[in-house]
């Protein structure tokens, strides 16, 4: 079992998870080449499928792309702490940073800062007519540290589909 964000339980069983896996892996997989690696056939597949999406286990299905390939070379991590932290202020700079093609993942964070960015640019150029032009404009903003990413170590978009975790 399986507890979603407002709560309700899913039941996924043992066919449910190497089918998780297998389209974590390869989401173009067609359901009679996923039917023939879990040795079942196409319709329980296809419906299990459909049932998972319904639930919302399964968002959505997307191409990743390299961003070295399409003229994104440098990825900056940049740790933000805000001046006030009222309710309205959170938003604002949350819809701020959401505006911004830039910034590929933000993560409000309990500690030390605020939220998280991970930002693609094309390089340190970039990068700072990003952080003067964009990210600052937002009047909340009191500190942002940045890293830069010298190489993956490991990188997926992939969840563990363990069976007891």
Same mark, same amino acid.
């Given at each position: 079992m399986w507890e979603t964000e407002n709560h309700s339980t899913i039941r996924l069983d043992e =066919?449910? $998870?190497k089918i998780i896996r297998q389209l974590q892996s390869n989401a173009r997989i067609t359901n009679k080449d996923l039917a023939a690696q879990l040795n079942l056939t196409t319709t329980p597949i296809y419906e299990r499928v459909k049932r998972l999406e319904k639930m919302g286990v399964i968002n959505s299905y997307v191409a990743l792309i390299n961003p070295v390939k399409v003229g994104k070379g440098l990825m900056a991590l940049c740790m933000v702490r805000l001046e006030k932290h009222t309710k309205d202020k959170l938003a604002?700079? !949350?819809?701020? =940073?959401? /505006?911004?093609p830039e910034v590929v993942e933000c993560y409000h964070l309990a500690g030390q800062y605020d939220y998280h960015l991970k930002i693609l640019v094309r390089d340190m150029n970039t990068f700072q007519d990003f952080i003067v032009n964009? $990210? %600052? #404009? /937002? !009047?909340?903003l009191a500190n =942002?540290?940045? %890293?830069f990413v010298m190489s993956k170590i490991t990188d #997926? #978009?992939?969840i563990p589909m363990l069976r007891n975790s």
């Open positions: =066919v449910d $998870l604002a700079f !949350e819809k701020h =940073v959401a /505006n911004i964009k $990210l %600052s #404009t /937002n !009047e909340n =942002v540290q940045s %890293s #997926t #978009t992939a």
